[in-house]
């Protein structure tokens, strides 16, 4: 096992796109070690470029986080190298297509809880031991109300049921973590709000990279 190295260590699921890939290059920049997981291999491989360009390291790993043994794999490998996680970012969605509460396709149903809402409760008990082991380790997650809206059924509850995880985690490690950190980026012109909102002005939105510099600069 390898714990010696001083670069912080952080573990990005959504690596590959929009606030994942934003704040994976910002953390690369400031000298952290980024495990970069997403599905699509030739993302990852852009966001390797950039951080590299940036004189930064990681180690790209393309696997989908609904993939329980591969996560848990993924998870073994990390303790095995480096014995640690200091950050877990997760930033991992699946934006379902609008629609009525009583017409959603049960396969958009299907995914958005398999996304959203189950990968997050596994993950949590895979990473905390990793967390656990660092003196800082602290967990980010990504919040975007949208229960309740007409049209975000699918999106919405699962991406409340995710934030309640995150909440109920963040209440249980207040006094001896790991840290839970919920932050609210600004409205940002990504592939997910592009699916929600496709005739909207995407020049008056907020930049991934400026959205990544906030939330790092806060944590």
Known sequence: MNTTTTAPIALVTGASRGIGAALSEGLAARGWHVIAVARTVGALEELDDRIKAVGGSATLAPMDITNEDAMRHLCRSVHDRWGRVDLWVHAAIHAPPLSPAGHVAIKDWDKSIAVNARATGILIPMVEPLLRASDRGTALFLDDPRAGEKFFGAYGASKAAQMALA??????????????????PAPMPTATRARFFPGEDRESLSAPRDEAEKILAAL
């Open 167 to 184: 909440r109920s985690w963040q209440a249980e490690g207040a006094r001896i973590g790991p840290r839970v950190v919920i932050a609210a």
